[in-house]
């Protein structure tokens, strides 16, 4: 079975800062790997979806790679700020329709 | 926009009620997914569907059942609810594969609190 993990579960940087996210996954054939941000008490927004034949993904100062024969994504957020701090949760698509396995996330507080 | 509402964000039920949590989507979309989330075991898949009237059973399907009558909404149903319930509940939506399997990005809906007393 899949397993997604995510390391560290928390991360405290001051502004300006860049922030490395890390994700792992157990099993190499994914379809995708989707990147996620979730604010306290509300749901679930997409930021970058990187498919399985690309390295990687960018959106703004946002960035994601992706490795997939060592099972490793990566989010980058470049010189971050007070509004970036949330849960960033990344998953990955285990089957051709749309079944996703989701790490517990890493929780951001970006300092002022 | 993909738009997914749901229909309560809290929700308060006593032990052995049965309770529905409804969520609608407006994108056309064939899939539809309900998770629980809680603190530290991160998303869990419940149950999803991938067409009206069918539905596949996810990681944790104990204790609940769902409705998929029409293809914008996807019910949720806890059939005596318990306090081990108590949760936060996403629906989520995507639309049907493309080639090789992508891109399909699943879009959430803003959560139910549920707290079962």
């Known amino acids: 079975k899949q397993e997604v993990t995510q390391i560290p579960a928390a991360l405290s940087v001051p502004e300006g800062e860049n922030l490395v996210l890390n994700c792992s996954f157990t099993d190499s054939a994914i379809y995708n790997l989707q990147w996620f941000r979730q604010d306290p008490g509300k749901g679930l927004t997409s930021l970058l979806l990187i498919q399985s034949s690309q390295r990687e993904q960018t959106s703004g100062r946002l960035n994601a790679s992706l490795d997939k024969s060592s099972g490793r994504s990566t989010l980058y957020i470049a010189a971050s700020q007070p509004g970036d701090s949330a849960t960033y949760l990344c998953a990955v698509k285990t089957d051709s329709w749309g079944k996703f396995q989701f790490g517990a996330g890493t929780q951001v507080v970006v300092t002022p | 926009d993909v738009k997914v509402t749901q229909s309560s964000r809290y929700l308060v039920k006593r032990t052995g009620e049965k309770v529905f949590l409804e969520c609608v989507q407006d994108m056309d979309h064939e899939n539809m997914f309900w998770y629980r989330q809680d603190p530290g075991l991160g998303l869990r898949l419940i149950y999803f569907?991938?067409?009206?009237?069918?539905?596949e059973k996810g990681d944790i399907p104990e204790g609940y059942s769902v409705s998929r009558e029409k293809k914008e909404r996807f019910s949720l149903i806890l059939e005596s609810a318990s306090t081990n319930q108590t949760s936060m509940y996403l629906c989520?939506?995507?639309?049907?594969?493309?080639?090789?399997?992508?891109?399909?990005?699943?879009?959430f809906g803003p959560g139910t609190r549920l707290t079962v007393t």
């Open positions: 569907s991938y067409d009206v009237k069918m539905k």
């Open positions: 989520a939506s995507s639309g049907p594969p493309g080639l090789a399997g992508g891109p399909r990005e699943q879009y």
